[in-house]
């Protein structure tokens, strides 16, 4: 067995000796720490090499997993584009596809960036690199993939529910009808934050968070409406489906309207730049709506 460098002195030591020294060096998460020199202890409980050697052999089999579980994804993801081409040229299949396929390219992108993270660490380790930090870059390695490995699963669900979709009305009709009862429930949290503020039992904070929320189901609707008008020129017939609809927007506008004249001065002053500001981020969005900015600008307007 080559010898390597050991610069945090951690080489033989026990594990919780080793966490002490690495968490005064680095600034990791103890437990994290914990996790990845651990991974490397001998059945005694001791920092070794030769542990490093056994993580790097299993780092390969993990990182091979995810690479599998994508070109599963990426033969849902065909399956389906195959699916959509049969489909009118519908805003909303174009939007699910396109979805689809950022997914898949995102995912790809990720499993050759592991393979090359594995091949860097391999360097690292022959290099007699510093033994905790070869040890965190393999842990580090192995949540990413395993992240990966679930994010392909995932987008392969996704993408065969996305088949059955395109090619079955009920399917539409049934998920349609899902994506209203979840509107529904927001609504209903919605108009009881109205309530609790109209009551006085709330602070600034809490205005804000139904503000916020507010104007997100402002664009879940719109989202809903540019849908429900590719199923009717799809399948015909969503009259029911229209009507519990349009009661949804009226109850959310009211609920809506409610939490913003509940606003005192003081709340205003405290956030209301937070509202604005939010507005502004998703002014110009149409359907379909793109989430990943609605998110980004909730994630950045929220006290």
Do not use: C
């Amino acid at each position: 067995m080559r010898e390597r460098a050991d610069t945090e002195g951690i080489d033989g030591l026990a594990v919780d000796a080793a966490v002490d020294a690495v968490v005064d060096a680095v600034d990791r998460d103890p437990a994290v720490v914990r996790a990845a020199l651990g991974g490397i202890a001998d059945e005694d409980g001791r920092m070794t090499w030769d542990g490093v050697d056994a993580e790097l052999a299993e780092a390969s089999k993990v990182v091979a997993t995810p690479e599998t579980r994508v070109e599963l994804a990426a033969m849902a993801v065909s399956n389906a584009r195959d699916a959509a081409a049969d489909a009118p040229d519908l805003d909303t299949v174009d939007a699910r596809v396109g979805t689809h396929e950022n997914r898949l390219a995102a995912l790809e992108a990720t499993v050759d960036d592991l393979g090359t993270r594995l091949q860097d660490i391999a360097e690292q380790a022959s290099d007699r690199d510093a033994l905790a930090d070869v040890a965190l870059s393999l842990h580090d390695l192995r949540e990413d993939a395993s992240a990966a490995q679930w994010n392909a699963d995932e987008l392969a669900d996704d993408a065969e529910s996305f088949e059955d979709w395109l090619t079955d009305p009920e399917t539409r009709r049934s998920e349609f009808a899902a994506d209203l009862d979840d509107t529904a429930e927001s609504v209903d949290a919605l108009a009881s934050a109205a309530d609790r503020l109209e009551d006085n039992d709330a602070d600034a904070t809490t205005w804000a968070g139904a503000a916020l929320q507010a104007r997100v189901l402002s664009l879940v609707v719109a989202d809903l409406h540019a849908d429900l008008g590719d199923l009717r020129a799809w399948d015909g017939d969503y009259d029911d489906e229209a009507d519990r609809l349009d009661a949804l927007e009226e109850r959310r506008v009211e609920a809506a309207e409610r939490i913003d004249a509940s606003a005192t001065a003081d709340w205003w002053d405290a956030h209301g730049d937070r509202v604005e500001r939010f507005e502004s981020g998703v002014r110009d969005l149409e359907p379909p709506i793109d989430w990943g900015v609605v998110q980004a600008e909730l994630d950045a307007a929220r006290p």
